[in-house]
């Protein structure tokens, strides 16, 4: 049980020998201190009834303020319908809402909690966010449209130039928006975000599934901010006719099968960086549109009895695939290279350090970077106008699938929680039906 009393802090004696007064609040171990406002001696303090001794000039008036502040919190700790509130949250509501945490602090602390979580790819990208609010925050739009891209992407490239020489770091990123006060969540309105909307088409030249992210991100702190009193819950700016987000389904576009016959009949020079591209491409589409980081981690040891087994590394489902033929060829191209390749089946993380995650996580990237650039050229060889991306592998299976399996049988082997996610990845499919009801009709 929760212990809630108001107690004096001695270590923050002030120089003419009063003690601050605080409301002290502990459970499990935990402790926080809600400052008062208040100081008095040592002398004219009970410590056993938490109150004011007579010998205090203004004890009355002092005791009756504690009091309605002690009641105050016992309120807000005991009879709060969120049964799981915290000391440190019923210390932040009890400064009410626009405490002194800024919208960057907590921010913040959330992108930090995922880079310690190990999610670093949705903590760099929450980083992002946070450098283009700041962006939009010291915007001059007096200034030439195209002076303010050209100095936003200086300071990108310069951000990452550092970053790549070990002079600027993540943390530091991090500890840079744990200091700025320059954002109150009270600021973030209906203006603020079609404003920052704007921003992010015209300077950062982003597409609306982009900039929709960018929205959710936001309204995730925001509910963050409310549960913990840091705003009040009118100043969010999502709720009824307010800003609305709308996340559009969109079309799964993948290639066709005469397409993916083009890809499979290239030739490239064994070992170079274009012919692994285009192994690990093709892999990714055999094993049913395996996502491209997850082939690029694969090892032998996931190989057993002629099948596939491993876990989905964006879900953490577990998977187990019969290896196709056309799949085998490719996998037998690399199976003398086990040693070298440190247990993987591709070279790109044969030097990763396998007990640090961010390694991992860092190679893996580079290795998709890598591929995106050369499947470019070989959509250019195989004159596909399609824009041929480590993704798209996952979308032609999806899209190839819809004529030969039913949508619950690549639901199983997407994983997908919703069906409605794996019928985006049936467009085709969807379409064509479509098309053959549509003639049906009209050609009486």
Not at 222 to 246: C, H, L, Q, S
Not at 278 to 303: C, E, P, Q, T
Not at 341 to 360: C, Q, W
Not at 399 to 419: E, V
Request: charged share 30%.
């Amino acid at each position: 049980m929760a212990s809630i009393k108001i107690v004096l802090r001695k270590n923050m004696m002030k120089k003419d020998g009063t003690i601050p007064l605080a409301i002290r609040i502990s459970e499990n171990y935990k402790t926080n201190y809600k400052w008062l406002g208040q100081y008095v001696f040592e002398k004219d303090w009970d410590k056993v009834a938490g109150k004011a001794k007579r010998t205090h000039p203004n004890h009355k008036k002092l005791n009756n303020f504690l009091m309605k502040k002690l009641t105050e919190a016992n309120d807000l700790y005991f009879d709060s319908k969120d049964d799981s509130i915290t000391p440190k949250q019923a210390k932040q509501k009890l400064k009410g809402p626009g405490g002194s945490k800024s919208f960057f602090s907590v921010a913040a602390e959330r992108v930090k909690s995922k880079y310690d979580r190990g999610t670093f790819s949705v903590a760099k990208s929450e980083l992002s966010i946070l450098y283009n609010i700041e962006e939009f925050l010291t915007l001059k739009s007096s200034s030439p449209k195209k002076k303010v891209i050209a100095d936003i992407q200086h300071r990108r490239k310069d951000r990452v130039s550092k970053s790549r020489k070990g002079e600027y770091s993540f943390m530091d990123g991090i500890n840079h928006f744990k200091k700025s006060k320059t954002l109150k969540f009270r600021d973030i309105d209906q203006a603020f975000i079609e404003k920052y909307k704007t921003f992010c088409s015209v300077y950062l030249n982003q597409k609306t599934r982009t900039i929709t992210n960018q929205l959710i991100f936001i309204r995730t702190l925001f509910n963050i901010a409310i549960k913990d009193g840091i705003v009040a819950p009118k100043f969010y700016p999502f709720a009824g006719e307010k800003e609305r987000i709308r996340i559009g389904s969109g079309n799964k576009i993948g290639l066709t099968i005469k397409e993916i016959e083009k890809i499979e009949s290239l030739k490239f020079e064994p070992q170079s960086s274009i012919w692994h591209t285009h192994n690990v491409w093709l892999i990714a589409f055999y094993f049913a549109g395996i996502r491209i980081s997850d082939v690029v981690k694969l090892k032998w040891s996931y190989f057993n009895d002629n099948r596939l087994y491993y876990i989905m590394n964006k879900n953490e489902k577990p998977l187990s695939l019969k290896i196709p033929d056309k799949a085998n060829t490719i996998l037998n191209y690399y199976r003398k290279n086990q040693a070298e390749n440190n247990g993987y089946v591709f070279p790109f993380l044969k030097d990763a350090n396998s007990k640090n995650d961010e390694d991992i996580f860092r190679k893996t990237r580079n290795a998709t970077k890598l591929f995106n650039k050369y499947l470019k050229r070989i959509a250019l060889q195989c004159k596909i106008d399609k824009n041929l991306s480590n993704h798209i592998a996952r979308h032609s299976f999806g899209n190839i699938a819809g004529d030969k399996i039913h949508p619950l049988m690549l639901q199983k082997l997407y994983r997908h929680s919703d069906l409605k996610t794996t019928l985006n990845y049936q467009a085709n499919f969807i379409h064509k039906d479509a098309d053959d009801a549509l003639d049906s009709v009209i050609n009486f």
